[in-house]
């Protein structure tokens, strides 16, 4: 019997367990094998909605404290749970298991499957995550558009109670970004998103990537084969101090520096 491999997915914010399980949901939507379980973390504190480079590099800096420590933890892989892919080039140059982020997950595994994709999101403030992630992957020729409805995200509670709203102007957006920008593929924008994945699969003719499973097929898939980032891409710290950010972390989480108040989202 093959030996069980354990799996961190960081979530970018500091949730309590409901939260936490709404993320969790995501495995719902994926077949992984029985050797396979995954472990759901929050941030002690961090961004509010990703929206800024302000909050890029709040969230650099929380989701690697998350992580920093994943591999002496016993842990066999780490999914960054933001299509920001927040943390992810600085957790490799620390770690050697497999880190994944969902961002160049879904770039390049849309061009497996298509030769132009776009992104279908639901908030304007996320247009600039896409463009830098497909930029820093070169693959600017390849992005059709960036398609948004606009409408405020609630990171914690997710699409629970928008779905009649939010669900068919999503669809709308895809079919434009199908008929008009000429995509042969959709990237769903945000793991906050993945409530909509089905019913948006089930309306496009076009293949649809949900990135937070995503990450967790690829994390199993790179177990397997026994691969892990480039040390030569990603060389690690001749002097790290993880202490330093340790210790950044737990004095925001001690002072309770908050990230939003969530409930205010309407």
Not at 65 to 75: I, L, S
Not at 89 to 117: E, H, K, Q, W
Not at 138 to 162: C, F, Q, T, W, Y
Request: with cysteine.
């Amino acid at each position: 019997m093959a030996d069980q491999k354990r799996v961190l997915v960081i979530v970018p914010f500091a949730f309590d367990e409901g939260g936490i399980g709404n993320r969790e949901s995501q495995l719902g939507a994926v077949e992984l094998g029985p050797n396979i379980t995954f472990d759901f973390k929050g941030v002690k504190a961090g961004p509010a909605i990703l929206d800024s480079h302000h909050d890029y590099v709040l969230g650099e800096i929380a989701l690697f404290e998350v992580g920093v420590e994943a591999e002496k933890e016993g842990y066999d892989a780490v999914c960054i749970d933001t299509m920001s892919d927040s943390g992810v080039s600085a957790l490799r140059s620390v770690l050697n298991i497999p880190v994944i982020g969902p961002g160049r997950a879904s770039y390049c595994t849309a061009l497996m499957l298509g030769d132009r994709f776009s992104v279908v999101t639901q908030w304007d403030g996320w247009i600039p995550l896409y463009k830098k992630g497909v930029k820093e992957v070169g693959l600017e020729n390849k992005l059709a558009s960036v398609r948004s409805i606009n409408v405020l995200p609630d990171p914690e509670n997710l699409l629970g109670g928008k779905e009649e709203d939010v669900f068919p102007k999503l669809v709308s957006a895809a079919m434009s970004a199908i008929e008009e920008d000429g995509a042969e593929v959709i990237l769903l924008g945000s793991t906050t998103m993945h409530q909509a994945a089905g019913h948006i699969a089930e309306n496009i003719p076009v293949p649809l990537i949900n990135p937070g499973p995503l990450t967790y097929k690829l994390a199993e898939f790179y177990l397997g084969l026994g691969l892990s980032q480039s040390r030569k891409c990603y060389p690690s710290p001749l002097f790290p101090n993880n202490d330093m950010i340790h210790s950044m972390m737990d004095g925001a989480a001690s002072a309770n520096i908050m990230q939003a108040d969530f409930s205010k989202i309407k």
